[in-house]
């Protein structure tokens, strides 16, 4: 199974940006569709975007549309997550996930592994 680890998060103020990292130990990472989801305290886990496997898909949640990007490079074998416009509400621990598809999918069932999670705070 990939590992998978994610990076990038911290403290950053309202309409500031992060470049979240997916990074995975191995080369089968860039045959499946990637997610990012993000989990607030005390509040259910949820989609926040994903990209298929070759990089053509990517669906966002409505919440995020137009300020966050995902994107992919093969040869790094990470995916990014940039996060423009950020505002107090995307204070999260962020995760990323591989599919068993090719897929951008946006439901939690269809990604089986995931990565440790970074803390993204932004500050009002």
């Known amino acids: 199974q990939v590992h998978l680890v994610e990076s990038g998060g911290g403290l950053v103020q309202t309409g500031g940006s992060l470049r979240l990292s997916c990074a995975a130990s191995g080369r089968t990472f860039n045959n499946y569709g990637t997610g990012w989801f993000r989990q607030a305290p005390g509040k259910e886990r949820e989609f926040v975007g994903a990209?298929?496997?070759?990089?053509?898909?990517?669906k966002y949640a409505d919440s995020v549309k137009g300020r966050f990007t995902i994107s992919r490079d093969y040869p790094k074998i990470t995916v990014y997550l940039q996060m423009n416009s950020l505002k107090p509400e995307d204070t999260a621990v962020y995760y990323c996930?591989?599919?068993?598809?090719?897929?951008?999918?946006?439901?939690?069932?269809?990604?089986?592994?995931w990565g440790q999670g970074t803390q993204v705070t932004v500050s009002s």
């Open positions: 996930a591989t599919s068993q598809t090719v897929s951008a999918l946006e439901y939690a069932r269809f990604y089986g592994n």
């Open positions: 990209i298929s496997s070759n990089g053509d898909s990517t």
